[in-house]
């Protein structure tokens, strides 16, 4: 007798654009941040499918399901040792189906591109306050970076900006 994987990995596809917005929307959620939630199907499908894409996802599906894990990211470089590597934007797993390996293996997955294509590095951010995410990131030997701060340039302060006019 043949038992059926609890889970499995594989790439989205265009007909996957509903379950990735419904993803990404519930990454949002969770994050208490859906009131910054504006992206449609179009958005991810010129960011996933496009000819210039410049992102790729990773879904997670259990039997007889829609997805219920996602893994969004693109390509970064490394200019001080001349190599890429990977900035995970969006890692997700629906609550029900969390604990079963499901987020491992789409980091795992992803460690196996990076590493197959030479990449150097896997980056992502993580809310201080997300203790769960903090303490699983930190058992797989994640570092966490002190010495960086995250800088945001949105909405009119990057419209002054490009302008050449003050934001003040």
Same mark, same amino acid.
Not at 58 to 81: C, D, H, M, S, W
């Given at each position: 007798?043949?038992?059926?994987?609890?889970?499995?990995?594989?790439?989205?596809?265009?007909?996957?654009?509903?379950?990735?917005?419904?993803?990404?929307?519930?990454?949002?959620?969770?994050?208490?941040?859906?009131?910054?939630?504006?992206?449609?199907?179009?958005?991810?499908?010129?960011?996933?499918?496009?000819?210039?894409?410049?992102?790729?996802?990773?879904?997670?599906?259990?039997?007889?399901?829609?997805?219920?894990?996602?893994?969004?990211?693109?390509?970064?470089?490394?200019?001080?040792?001349?190599?890429?590597? %990977?900035?995970? +934007?969006?890692?997700?797993?629906?609550?029900?189906? @969390?604990?079963? $390996?499901?987020? &491992? #293996?789409? !980091?795992?997955?992803?460690?196996?591109?990076?590493?197959?294509?030479?990449?150097?590095?896997?980056?992502?951010?993580?809310?201080?306050?997300?203790?769960?995410?903090?303490?699983?990131?930190?058992? %797989?030997?994640? +570092?966490?970076?002190?010495?960086?701060?995250?800088? @945001?340039?949105? $909405?009119?302060? &990057? #419209?002054? !900006?490009?302008?050449?006019?003050?934001?003040?």
């Amino acid at each position: 007798m043949t038992t059926q994987p609890a889970f499995v990995l594989r790439r989205a596809t265009p007909a996957d654009l509903p379950h990735i917005r419904r993803l990404v929307l519930g990454l949002a959620e969770y994050e208490r941040l859906a009131h910054e939630f504006t992206a449609t199907e179009a958005d991810f499908n010129r960011l996933l499918f496009a000819p210039d894409r410049v992102a790729d996802a990773l879904l997670a599906e259990v039997p007889a399901a829609p997805p219920v894990g996602v893994a969004l990211y693109y390509r970064t470089i490394n200019t001080f040792k001349g190599l890429t590597g %990977l900035f995970l +934007e969006d890692l997700f797993v629906e609550p029900a189906h @969390r604990g079963k $390996g499901i987020g &491992l #293996a789409l !980091l795992r997955h992803l460690a196996r591109e990076a590493v197959d294509s030479g990449c150097n590095l896997i980056e992502w951010r993580v809310l201080d306050w997300n203790e769960p995410s903090i303490k699983f990131y930190q058992a %797989l030997g994640a +570092e966490k970076m002190t010495e960086w701060h995250v800088r @945001r340039l949105r $909405g009119p302060a &990057l #419209a002054a !900006l490009a302008e050449g006019t003050s934001h003040g």
